[in-house]
């Protein structure tokens, strides 16, 4: 079974507008964490926004908020006010286990949502 | 903050050769590194894990002699692919992160890609 599923393989939305993307994942692990990353065209992993299993409030960073739903074992990204170089790769990870250093950190990726912005 | 720096970010090389790559981590110590693989068009897939002192642990389907991982020190791991060939060509990314974190400091090198002609 996929532990991270995103079922969008690509995603349209206008400039300015507000965009979701799915994440589900899988684990019977109570302790675990959540990641979203962006993959632009170069290659490079940049870090959006992290939830911990325990979190009791959706996490938020800027422009991007995660809406985190543990009994549906979702974890969405919410991207306000879409801007042209939004447009990337977008994946979610999963880290398995408490994070407390050490071969804890390894995370499972989704196939990932390609995000176009467009104008 | 913490950076992971990943060098080459690109190399062309023939088959028959070997590939080094290095992942540095800056300004923390990394005793563990993870070595990703990503085909285009696709998600990232763990390799292995690089463990300064000790060996490497490999992801099931993964060639341990032809992906040989050395984590030299507390900020270095090295990636080499052995004589390499055609399917080897990929992006290859590092991931250090800074023990004692919540989950946040999961840092990633810039990648590497690979193209073996």
């Known amino acids: 079974a996929q532990k991270i599923t995103q079922t969008q393989p690509g995603m349209f939305v206008q400039e300015k507008e507000a965009v979701t993307l799915d994440c589900t994942y899988d684990t019977s692990d109570p302790s675990y964490g959540l990641f979203w990353y962006k993959q632009p065209s170069s290659g490079e992993m940049i870090f959006l926004i992290y939830?911990?299993?325990?979190?009791?409030q959706n996490a938020t960073e800027g422009r991007y908020s995660l809406n985190f739903q543990k009994a549906r074992k979702s974890a969405n990204l919410v991207i306000s006010a879409s801007q042209l170089g939004d447009s990337a790769m977008y994946f979610c990870a999963m880290r398995e286990g408490p994070g407390s250093g050490g071969s804890n950190y390894k995370l499972t990726f989704g196939k990932g949502t390609l995000l176009t912005v467009n104008p | 903050g913490a950076v992971v720096s990943q060098h080459p970010s690109w190399v062309i090389c023939k088959s028959g050769t070997s590939v080094k790559i290095e992942c540095r981590s800056l300004?923390?110590?990394?005793?563990?590194m993870f070595w990703y693989r990503q085909f285009p068009k696709q998600s990232l897939m763990l390799m292995a894990t690089?463990?300064?002192?000790?060996?490497?642990?490999?992801e099931q389907g993964v060639e341990k002699d032809k992906f040989l991982i050395n984590h030299a020190s507390l900020t270095l791991s090295t990636l080499t692919v052995t004589s390499a060939h055609p399917e080897d060509s990929s992006f290859y990314i590092c991931?250090?992160?800074?023990?004692?974190?919540?989950?946040?400091?999961?840092?990633f090198g810039q990648g590497t890609r690979l193209t073996v002609v």
């Open positions: 991931s250090a992160p800074r023990s004692g974190g919540q989950g946040t400091e999961a840092f």
């Open positions: 690089s463990n300064e002192g000790s060996k490497a642990t490999y």
């Open positions: 300004d923390f110590q990394a005793t563990t």
């Open positions: 939830q911990g299993s325990y979190d009791q």
